[in-house]
């Protein structure tokens, strides 16, 4: 089998975020950019951390609601508390389909995201701008079942998809396969709260092939047409559904939400 080849002269958004959370799979191109945006705003490391403890969040919500199938999309390089790992906990047979764009990710995916003996993991290279090459995969038709209620998981990769390329058809692409009763989870980068350091941020981060995108809560609000939001709605991802007392450092530049299929 032929190894992937991964160029490390380019930075990609799941390495770098690797980087911010800790992580040792990065390299000097992505840790350029990570230290970039840190000097501009140094929250930003909380921020991501916040960021994924809105994904475990919802998940645990999602599995307690008796949804036992999730599609990640822009999983990023494995860390704990994966979504496999937060639905097994509270349902050993949750079925889970990652997706990522990144050859590191990959290998790293293949490797430590492992299911449960009851229930099913896959992971699949591709890119959320191709809609129909995730739902249409075999692979991922092999773990879910789209007939019945699917988890729809987009947290912190929207932002990296600019207007001209339509992140709201891709959204909407994925929402259509799924049926009445299916989930759709999101975090989203946002000026709303903090426009001063949230514009610096994205100053920051455009560099080179990299591209940030903060946008409203009314653009962010698009990608849920058709579904109901849950309580409590649009709010700064923080926020929604804490769990414990919210770090006085924690930026607030992102949105997130959950809402449920009508």
């Not at 991501?48 to 999983?75: H, K, M, P, S, W």
């Not at 047979?93 to 993991?121: C, F, K, Q």
């Not at 699949?124 to 991922?140: F, N, Q």
Request: contains cysteine; charged residues 20%; aromatic residues 8%.
């Amino acid at each position: 089998m032929t190894t992937p080849k991964i160029d490390t002269s380019v930075p990609h958004p799941a390495r770098v975020y690797d980087y911010w959370l800790g992580g040792k799979d990065n390299y000097a191109a992505d840790r350029a950019v990570a230290e970039a945006v840190i000097a501009s705003t140094p929250g930003v490391v909380q921020g991501a951390r916040e960021n994924r403890a809105f994904l475990g969040r919802a998940v645990r919500y999602l599995a307690e609601q008796g949804v036992t199938q999730f599609l990640d999309i822009g999983t990023g390089i494995p860390t704990t508390g994966n979504t496999h790992e937060v639905a097994q906990s509270v349902n050993p047979a949750a079925r889970v389909a990652y997706v990522d764009n990144d050859t590191i990710v990959m290998v790293h995916a293949r490797a430590l995201l492992t299911s449960t003996p009851e229930g099913r993991t896959t992971y699949i290279e591709a890119d959320l701008r191709e809609p129909h090459t995730i739902i249409d995969h075999p692979d991922v038709n092999k773990v879910l079942d789209f007939s019945k209620p699917v988890a729809v998981i987009i947290v912190g990769t929207l932002m990296h998809i600019r207007d001209e390329e339509d992140p709201w058809g891709a959204v909407k692409a994925f929402t259509d396969a799924t049926c009445p009763g299916s989930y759709l989870a999101i975090t989203h980068l946002t000026a709303d709260f903090e426009p001063e350091l949230m514009g610096t941020l994205a100053k920051n981060y455009n560099t080179g092939p990299l591209l940030m995108t903060n946008r409203t809560a009314e653009e962010i609000g698009r990608f849920f047409d058709g579904f109901e939001l849950v309580e409590p709605g649009l709010v700064w991802a923080t926020a929604w559904r804490p769990d414990k007392p919210i770090p006085a450092e924690a930026v607030r530049g992102a949105y997130g939400a959950v809402g449920r299929k009508l």
